[in-house]
């Protein structure tokens, strides 16, 4: 063994890897010159900055199904007193019991259609807040808010025997009966401008606060009739202040400010509900609701 390479085997065969390796990449840098020296066209790309615009089928929904799916079964609309009275309702516990809990039985009068759902999941709702149209005092619609579920037993005369199968408060004679609604809306619509000018005010939150503001639900008293359907991208707006003039003594109205943004995701004949999505200041019941700009889309879309 020569002692240049180390005086022994292993010194003998590294010496030799080192050879071959410095070898190879003379011959691969050679190769690369060699390439670079050849007369070949290339295509020439030029890239420049460009807008991507997606279908509406494409878009990123704006609303989250778990954001508003808990809410889908736990408020219901009724848009007339006829049709709130023709609507299931509780009329006592058995044994006439006035209070009734989770695992009862009670009694429903439940009109000609009980025969034919009795196997419909039934959410029990009690009837609570009476919408009226802000400036005439017209109805609107009743609200509805859930307390608890039942699913039915059987028949008894003109009656129909339920029983509790959750119970959030105690169930009391009036309360209402509404089959559950397992898919009761699409949630990847497209978000959209109205096609008309509407006017219109937040009538007030479900969940009982007067305060708005991002991911509160509101109600809102604008609906079918005024060209308002899910996806409905509108505008939120501080109600104008008054104030006196400290001269001439009367009442004058500022202007109100722009507050954000709402979009609805379900909508009756005169009333909509929908999720404030943007709020730079904050909203309550009252405040004014418009139809935005047009160009508002781009920032709900880019989402």
Known sequence: MRAGYGGSAAGWWRGGMRVGLGL??????????????????????????????LPPSEAVPTIERQTVAPFLNEYRLIDSRATLDDTPYVVAGEEGHQLIGSGDRFYVRAGEDA???????RVIYRPGTIYHDPDSDALLGFEL??????????REGDLD???????RQEIRPGDRLLP???????LTFSPHVPDRAVDGEILGVPEGVNYVGRHTIVT????RRNGITPGAVLALDASPAQVSDPLEGDTLHLAGEPGGMAMVFESFER?????????????EVGDGVSTPERGVLTSFEAR
């Open 180 to 186: 559950y609604r397992e898919e009761p809306l699409s």
């Open 145 to 154: 808010r859930a307390v608890g579920e039942a699913r039915w037993v059987k």
């Open 115 to 121: 025969a034919r759902s009795r196997d419909v999941r």
């Open 220 to 223: 809102l008293d604008l609906g």
């Open 161 to 167: 025997v339920f029983e509790v199968r959750e119970a």
């Open 271 to 283: 009333v909509s509900y929908a999720l404030v999505m943007e709020a730079s200041r904050p909203l």
């Open 24 to 53: 190879a990449l003379v011959a691969m840098v050679g190769s690369v010159y060699a390439a670079e020296e050849r007369d070949e066209p290339r295509e020439v790309v030029h890239l420049s900055p460009r807008v991507r615009e």
